[in-house]
């Protein structure tokens, strides 16, 4: 069935860039997000690319897919503690569910 | 603002017990989900609905039941609650159709503990 794939922890220091890469399955997927939970909280939308898209930046985040490699990566840049929190990124399958990777928890450390 | 709450935050339910999580939704969204969220795991769905009275199972509907009477609100019950049934229990919202991003409201999450 469809998948999509992220590690588990990433730990940076205040200051520098953060990467956190995914992996999905389905090629079919019209767009991928990447949602932001805060402790305590529910999920938050980020960012979002379209599939016809390789890059797409917003601020501090820039967004990479790679569809040959059904690859997908959001870079935060000059991480701050305020970012720290667990990353989600999803997409879309058939039938119009959306599939979530496991959650990336990124800690800043200042 | 857009907003989808749940009404209990935290529940603690004993073994069996008859277990009800509320969700409503104040964007007139005709998609709602429930998710649960265990760590390591992800997001996992349990059950969605397209619109009013319709309901699709997701891909772990085992132990759980739903219920869409009215546009705004989705309930999900544990019929008899069980020890691995404890999790936080997520539910979202989102407006039917191809011309927007998909993107998903979610509440603030319910988390459930079963003795």
């Known amino acids: 069935g469809e998948d999509v794939e992220q590690s588990l922890f990433l730990s940076v220091r205040e200051g520098d860039s953060s990467v956190i890469n995914c992996t999905y399955t389905?090629?079919?997927?019209?767009?991928l997000y990447w949602y932001k939970q805060e402790p305590g909280a529910g999920l938050q939308l980020l960012t979002y690319?379209?599939?016809?898209?390789d890059m797409k930046q917003d601020q501090r985040l820039t967004v990479l897919l790679n569809k040959k490699d059904k690859h997908l990566s959001l870079r935060i840049a000059d991480t701050q503690t305020g970012d720290s929190a667990i990353y989600f990124c999803?997409?879309?399958?058939?039938?119009?569910?959306?599939?979530f990777g496991q959650g990336t928890e990124l800690s800043v450390k200042p | 603002d857009v907003k989808v709450t749940q009404s209990s935050r935290y529940l603690v339910k004993r073994t069996g017990e008859k277990v009800f999580l509320e969700c409503v939704q104040d964007?007139?969204?005709?998609?709602m989900f429930w998710y649960r969220q265990d760590p390591g795991l992800g997001l996992r769905l349990i059950y969605f609905?397209?619109?009013?009275?319709?309901?699709e199972k997701g891909d772990i509907p085992e132990g759980y039941s739903v219920s869409r009477e009215k546009k705004e609100r989705f309930s999900l019950i544990l019929e008899s609650a069980s020890t691995n049934q404890t999790s936080m229990y997520l539910c979202?919202?989102?407006?039917?159709?191809?011309?927007?991003?998909?993107?998903?409201?979610f509440g603030e999450g319910s988390r459930l503990t079963v003795l």
């Open positions: 389905d090629s079919s997927s019209t767009y």
């Open positions: 690319i379209f599939s016809n898209m």
């Open positions: 999803a997409g879309p399958c058939q039938g119009g569910k959306l599939i």
């Open positions: 964007m007139d969204h005709e998609n």
């Open positions: 979202a919202s989102r407006l039917a159709g191809r011309l927007n991003t998909g993107e998903l409201f």
């Open positions: 609905s397209y619109d009013v009275k319709m309901k």
